[in-house]
């Protein structure tokens, strides 16, 4: 069988970096975007221009999707000279953006029965440093075989990936890692807050407990961030975006979620204040608004 010809769209701040690892594993791809020149980088790397979603869809296997909501994952697909026109049986579409579960189901139906083409939701963790190194971690849903399919063309960018069910558990998982990362953000920032005003050395809290139960990434990476006031964000809005999800998919299946709620609301009103655009670390500003690391 000959090997998959692979296509990406959405050359971002993660896309970029994912498609290079690619081009770098010395694999053939294809990309698009509506701004050609944000793609140079990857087109002077050796990747191919398509001139359109229909025209990658005719030229590709797999495809990669890399975009910001369901919103752009829909045009990209259903709109003009969008993938829907060029895909058949063999076209496998996998959508590396966070969206909503439900959304990703009913675009996955209705691409299969359109052209017969399959879906993987494959959300990723790890940030643009993750996407840099290849050392994302990967959660998809759909089905098995389309899974194994898609391993090896991931080895370039991830360390691990893990299927989770049908279609839309890739996405699910997702909302389960960003409620998990706001809450811990959340506590973190609360108790930075109090051993701040206490008068401890905040900014060695990380390593005093580093290797302990209490260590995770979130406290060694984001939390000296934090401590340094560090502040930025890729997609302002993207965090309560997610959360005002998992929050929805709580009411729709009949799941307590009182400290997701919790952390949604905190994070709502981080962006009520006007600061959005600190990202998912924000929630510090709350409580500390100078740099701990300087004291």
Not at 41 to 50: K, N, R
Not at 150 to 164: A, F, G, K, W, Y
Not at 190 to 205: C, R
């Amino acid at each position: 069988m000959a090997e998959d010809r692979l296509g990406f769209i959405g050359l971002g701040t993660m896309g970029m970096p994912m498609s290079l690892n690619i081009l770098d594993a010395g694999k053939a791809l294809t990309v698009w975007g509506r701004n050609r020149e944000k793609l140079q980088d990857a087109l002077d790397a050796g990747a191919t221009w398509a001139q359109s979603p229909k025209a990658m869809a005719e030229a590709c296997d797999v495809i990669f999707l890399c975009v910001f909501d369901t919103v752009a994952v829909e045009e990209v697909v259903f709109g003009s000279g969008g993938i829907a026109e060029g895909a058949g049986s063999n076209t496998l579409v996998v959508d590396h953006s966070s969206i909503h579960p439900d959304g990703t189901r009913d675009i996955a139906a209705r691409l299969l029965e359109k052209t017969g083409a399959h879906w993987i939701d494959c959300p990723v963790s790890g940030g643009r440093y993750g996407a840099r190194d290849g050392t994302l971690v990967m959660m998809a849903g759909g089905d098995k075989p389309d899974v194994e399919r898609i391993r090896p063309h991931v080895e370039p960018t991830s360390q691990r990936l893990t299927h989770m069910g049908p279609v839309g558990c890739g996405q699910a998982t997702k909302l389960v890692n960003q409620a998990v990362i706001g809450a811990e953000v959340a506590v973190l920032s609360e108790m930075f807050g109090f051993a701040n005003k206490y008068g401890v050395d905040v900014k060695q809290i990380p390593d005093a407990l580093a290797g302990g139960w209490a260590d995770s990434t979130v406290l060694q990476d984001h939390a000296r961030r934090m401590i340094r006031a560090e502040y930025w964000s890729t997609a302002p809005g993207n965090t309560v975006k997610d959360l005002n999800t998992v929050c929805e998919m709580g009411k729709k299946t009949s799941s307590p979620m009182p400290m997701a709620a919790l952390t949604t609301e905190l994070y709502r009103f981080l962006e009520a204040q006007g600061h959005a655009e600190k990202g998912q670390i924000g929630l510090m500003y709350l409580y500390v608004q100078e740099n701990l690391e300087e004291k």
